[in-house]
């Protein structure tokens, strides 16, 4: 099975709306964290936000904002106010604790498009 | 600039060359990984170092690939025999044992070209 899913492999956002960015997860580890990058044409890969499992609340940077919902394993991003600047990848990916390691799993990735 | 660095920036070999990436990691951090990106794909966990000791390799890494951090600082990731199938963007990130957090920080990739 798959442990990171973004359902949307692109989506259209006019400029300075809101856009909510899919990611659903799969673990059986109780202790992990999720991140969110985004990855413009360049190719770095920046870190936008993280959750962790034990978090009471929502994780806020900004603009960004993260919608978590442990019961139903989603993780989704909210981008508001969008910029031209926003249009990139943006990928989620999520570190398990124990023998999993320290890596990072990531998602397939949804391609935003802000229009003008 | 303090981030992660990597050279170079873009690489074309032909088939069956080796090839030799470098990756500077944020200074004060003791962990570094590397990943592989192919296009339209997120990045695939390639291997970790914490310090110089290389704690975990995935199944991805054959035996044609080898990395090292000899003095825990930067690191280099060799392919040896290039094939086709390695044309990949390849990913440093680097990370400070600190906390649950722990984010990986990304330096801007080795592009990959095997003719």
């Known amino acids: 099975a798959q442990k990171i899913t973004q359902t949307q492999p692109g989506m259209f956002v006019q400029e300075k709306e809101a856009v909510t960015l899919d990611c659903t997860y799969d673990t059986s580890d109780p202790s992990y964290g999720l991140f969110w990058y985004k990855q413009p044409s360049s190719g770095e890969m920046i870190f936008l936000i993280y959750?962790?499992?034990?978090?009471?609340q929502n994780a806020t940077e900004g603009r960004y904002s993260l919608n978590f919902q442990k019961a139903r394993k989603s993780a989704n991003l909210v981008i508001s106010a969008s910029q031209l600047g926003d249009s990139a990848m943006y990928f989620c990916a999520m570190r398990e604790g124990g023998a999993a390691g320290n890596k990072l799993t990531f998602g397939g990735g949804t391609r935003v498009l802000v229009k003008p | 600039d303090t981030g992660v660095s990597q050279n170079p920036r873009h690489k074309i070999t032909k088939r069956g060359q080796n090839v030799t990436f470098r990756c500077d990691p944020i200074s004060e951090h003791n962990r570094l990984y590397w990943y592989r990106q192919t296009l339209g794909q997120g990045p695939e966990f390639l291997t970790y170092f914490q310090n110089e000791a290389q704690l975990e390799k995935s199944r991805l890494l054959s035996d044609r690939f080898s990395a090292e951090r000899p003095k825990g600082s930067f690191s280099t990731l060799e392919i040896q025999r290039t094939e086709q199938g390695d044309s990949a963007m390849y990913l440093c990130?680097?990370?400070?044992?600190?906390?649950?957090?722990?984010?990986?920080?990304f330096g801007p990739g080795t592009r990959l070209l095997v003719l």
């Open positions: 990130a680097s990370s400070h044992q600190t906390n649950v957090q722990e984010t990986q920080y």
């Open positions: 959750q962790g499992s034990y978090d009471q």
